[in-house]
């Protein structure tokens, strides 16, 4: 650019100057109001290819989710997957042209035969939609057109802990972020006075497989990102309380003193889990005042106490948990999780799986009905599901009263529900087996991308450099899932 087209770019009078001022300090203020943090330096690896974080990529059709984890893997063929043809054919070896070599795990590598074995349970048609769903679920059943069943559901791992790794956090190894994470990095919280990211824990009747913290890490992002568990004690966040006879003023002091120490300490050395640590006191005391409120379920009206039933005043159970997340996400929390242990039925799964589906049905209808009554299903994504399936085939002796059903990842069924989801139809299918898909298969990745897609996230574009390398959920996959988006 030549030196006099410099001068006239920059040749403007003193009216000129103060009217574009204007302009540019009203586009500023109103930036500031609706990303706080856009004009901070500290952006670094914590910037997407085209946005800094808390801005989505595209207009989101859900603001929060909530994550219903059946922990332990229910089995989709006494839920929401009907196969007769199981029923007919009980007893008979399970074709080898349908496993097609299929790998096993240490549990049943050494069977000799593999009985197919039918749903001991009924199945009925529901809704407008007709969706076969299990007698064991008939409160689900009766919200059938409000959710979307998944049927096609496949993923890598076969046994729990990589599976529950890979479909909380996107690998099977730990030291991943998990998608709780994620959403908290790329959008932020909608409540300053409480974590973008919040845990529940409750465990069922049946036999449970054990829920770690890697499942809800932060990974190598800022640990402001790990979700936050709460606990079913008198205390539902440790350590949240001040010390007896410490005053809120004197409280208040201290956490003033400890910030200057940290912010020194940052000036010196530069690490960032330094000022995470400052923002991380700040968050407790806030919640000192939020969280009290928001667990005190006893203040919901009779209504809501008969819709989720007596259970949900007990802390620490499904019900319990399930009305705590619809407190959390009304009040802003961006990703609610919630794990319920107790669905790895190997053995006797005609009498452990009646119990798990009664601690949960109920409860998971009431969460989409008082969403939809409250209007807020529509901006909330709700989505119930474990981490695999289980096989069609009896794991060890054929009983048509009293079997079990062992690990299966080739084909699995969830439900989701709002927050763009297309309601009331079933998207994918398995074979007549139950076995293989035949028809829409949905990897985890592809879950992963569209569930950030609805979030309004690229999965391509929200990435963190680690180690060199730039990281995101879906790692180097994934791909939308259209069909079940509205």
């Known amino acids: ?20 001022a204007a302009a540019g300090i009203g586009g500023l ?23 800094p974080l808390g801005i989505p990529h595209f207009a989101p059709k859900a603001k929060r989710v909530i994550y219903l984890f059946q922990n332990g893997a229910p089995s989709q063929l006494e839920s929401f997957d009907y196969k007769p043809t199981l029923n007919k054919m009980a007893g008979e070896d399970l074709p080898e042209s349908i496993r097609n070599g299929q790998r096993l795990t240490g549990m049943t590598a050494n069977q000799t035969r593999f009985p197919l074995v039918g749903s001991y349970f ?18 689900i059943a009766k919200i059938v057109d409000d959710i979307c069943i998944v049927r096609s559901m496949n ?99 201290m956490l003033d003193k400890l910030s200057e120490l940290n912010a020194m300490g940052y000036e010196e050395n530069g690490d960032p889990e330094v000022e995470a640590k400052i923002k991380q006191y700040e968050m407790a005391y806030r919640m000192q005042t939020a969280v009290p409120e928001l667990t005190d379920l006893a203040k919901e009206p009779d209504y809501i106490i008969k819709m989720y039933g007596p259970e949900c005043l007990v802390p620490g159970t499904y019900a319990a948990n399930a009305l705590l997340a619809r407190k959390l ?46 209007g807020l299903l529509d901006e909330t994504l709700v989505i119930w599901g474990g981490e695999f399936g289980r096989t069609n085939y009896c794991q060890g002796s054929f009983t048509q009263e009293n079997y079990g059903r062992d690990h299966h990842p080739r084909a699995y069924s969830i439900w989701m529900a709002g927050g763009g989801v297309k309601p009331g139809i079933v998207y994918g299918e398995t074979d007549e087996f139950g076995y293989n898909i035949v028809k829409d298969p949905v990897h985890v990745h592809d879950f992963h991308a569209t569930v950030m897609h609805l979030m309004g996230l690229d999965h391509e574009k929200l990435t963190f450099k680690h180690l060199g390398r730039r990281y995101r959920l879906t790692d180097v996959a994934g791909k939308l899932v259209p069909g079940i988006i509205a």
């Open 29 to 51: 203020a109103l930036g500031s109001l609706l990303v706080p943090d856009i004009f901070s330096a500290k952006g670094g690896a914590g910037l997407t290819e085209d946005l």
């Open 329 to 374: 996400s009304e009040s802003g929390v961006r990703f609610v999780q919630l794990y319920h242990q107790g669905w790895d039925q190997h053995g006797n799964l005609t009498g452990e799986m009646p119990m798990q589906a009664q601690d949960v049905d109920r409860a998971s209808a009431a969460l989409i009905m008082d969403l939809k009554q409250r």
């Open 122 to 139: 009924d199945f009925k048609q529901h809704g407008q939609s007709g969706a076969y769903v299990s007698e064991l679920f008939p409160n």
């Open 155 to 253: 993923t890598d791992a076969i046994n729990h802990d990589p599976a529950l790794t890979f479909m909380q956090t996107g690998a099977q190894v730990g030291n991943r972020a998990s998608m709780g994470a994620w959403m908290s990095y790329g959008l932020g919280s909608e409540n300053k006075n409480l974590p973008a990211f919040c845990v529940l824990l409750s465990k069922g009747r049946g036999n449970g497989q054990g829920v770690y913290s890697k499942l809800w890490s932060n990974g190598f992002l800022e640990s402001t990102h790990q979700g936050v568990v709460f606990s079913s004690g008198e205390d539902p966040i440790l350590y949240l309380n001040d010390p007896e006879n410490m005053e809120k003023s004197e409280r208040r002091r």
């Open 1 to 20: 650019m030549s030196k006099e087209i410099k001068e006239h770019l920059f040749n403007i009078n003193r009216r000129q100057f103060f009217g574009r």
